[in-house]
């Protein structure tokens, strides 16, 4: 079984940054992925980045490229998404997930149903 545990959301102006963290636990695959859904009121969950730990390969939304960065740090089995240029249509539950599914691309990586494991969400909020 995998814990996934985020922290770091909260209140940012439009124009800020956040850092959010996952910290993932138990049993992993040795073959995964790693990433962010986000869901925002009376909208699907939506992909926003994920990294394949087989090649360090990145995924991200077009919503997000060039703002958003996504990072791991293996020893300490956590994935970080550094937001920059935060605007309110950022405002969401940001959720970790980690999942084995293969293959992994920029289409496939957005499929909510194909990750097996996900945090509880933190809430991200940006102000105008």
């Known amino acids: 079984e995998v814990q996934l545990v985020e922290s770091g959301g909260g209140l940012v102006q439009a124009g800020g940054s956040l850092r959010l963290s996952c910290a993932a636990s138990?049993?992993?695959?040795?073959?995964?992925?790693i990433g962010w859904f986000r869901q925002a009121p009376g909208k699907e969950r939506e992909g926003v980045s994920c990294?394949?730990?087989?090649?360090?390969?990145?995924y991200y939304a077009d919503s997000v490229r060039g703002r958003f960065t996504i990072s791991s740090d293996n020893a300490k089995n956590t994935v970080y998404l550094q937001m920059n240029s935060l605007e309110p249509e950022d405002t969401a539950v940001y959720y970790c997930?980690?999942?084995?599914?293969?293959?992994?691309?920029?289409?496939?990586?957005?499929?909510?149903?194909?990750?097996?494991?996900w945090g509880q969400g933190t809430q991200v909020t940006v102000s105008s």
């Open positions: 997930v980690l999942g084995a599914f293969r293959p992994l691309t920029i289409y496939t990586f957005g499929e909510a149903s194909f990750w097996d494991y």
């Open positions: 138990g049993s992993t695959f040795d073959d995964y992925a």
């Open positions: 990294i394949d730990s087989l090649d360090g390969t990145t």
